[in-house]
């Protein structure tokens, strides 16, 4: 899945309709709004990001997603009318994993982006976790239980990583806070108690792995 967040209407379903028919699957976004929902429910493959948006620049958008653990490795090419040098350089900086500058022809895009899938499917291994019955393929973003697949929400699915990166140790509620929802996240640490209900509720008897540990936080733990 490809997503592009493009302002403008023409080029945007342009270039969908250029993916399209090479057999990617790809949505287009006008506002950064709709591509951050869009992203919390399913998170893409790679991202075609125009500089100059309503709502929110592209460098920002970037920086987030470079920021954040789950989209830090995301690959990202920028489309922009900006093709100066500097412009140019700053995006690079900013972690951009590739640069097209309009006016670009349909198929030098549809090129950059098969190089970039190429490079980055080579370099990423799976990751995979498991404990007793349940598996989770980190990087296919699948969890299954006795080999049904359980379908989570974003941040259970990173809730649920997280716990399992760490196993045996002790997170802290805001320890989870900070790492799944950012240090800016302006709610309270009851956020983290009523995901982790909802998580134990569709793992079934897996949900016994994750641990209360009563006044700190939580664990991946219990025999297997």
């Known amino acids: 899945m490809i997503y592009l967040v493009e302002d403008d209407n023409s080029i945007r379903e342009l270039v969908a309709y250029t993916l399209h028919s090479a057999g990617f699957q790809a949505e287009g976004f006008e506002k950064p709004s709709a591509f951050w929902h869009a992203c919390e429910t399913k998170l893409p493959d790679l991202v075609l990001l125009d500089l100059m948006l309503p709502e929110e620049d592209g460098i920002s958008i970037l920086k987030k997603l470079r920021q954040a653990p789950r989209t830090k490795k995301l690959p990202i090419i920028l489309l922009t009318a900006k093709s100066s040098e500097y412009d140019k350089i700053m995006g690079l900086d900013s972690g951009a994993d590739d640069y097209v500058a309009k006016p670009f022809s349909m198929m030098e895009l549809l090129a950059r982006v098969k190089a970039l899938l190429r490079r980055t499917e080579k370099n990423e291994a799976e990751v995979v976790y498991c404990m007793g019955s349940l598996n989770i393929n980190q990087t296919r973003h699948e969890v299954k239980v006795d ?28 320890q989870l806070l900070n790492s799944i929802w950012g240090y800016g996240f302006d709610g309270e640490n009851r956020t983290v108690d009523v995901h982790i209900r909802t998580l134990r509720q569709k793992l079934g008897k897996c949900g016994e792995y994750i641990e209360t540990v009563r006044g700190v936080g939580y664990k991946i733990g219990g025999n297997v």
Do not use: I, S, W
């Open 147 to 174: 080999g049904t697949e359980v379908t989570l929400t974003l941040k259970e699915f990173e809730l649920l990583c997280l716990l399992m990166e760490n196993k045996g140790r002790v997170l802290t509620r805001d």
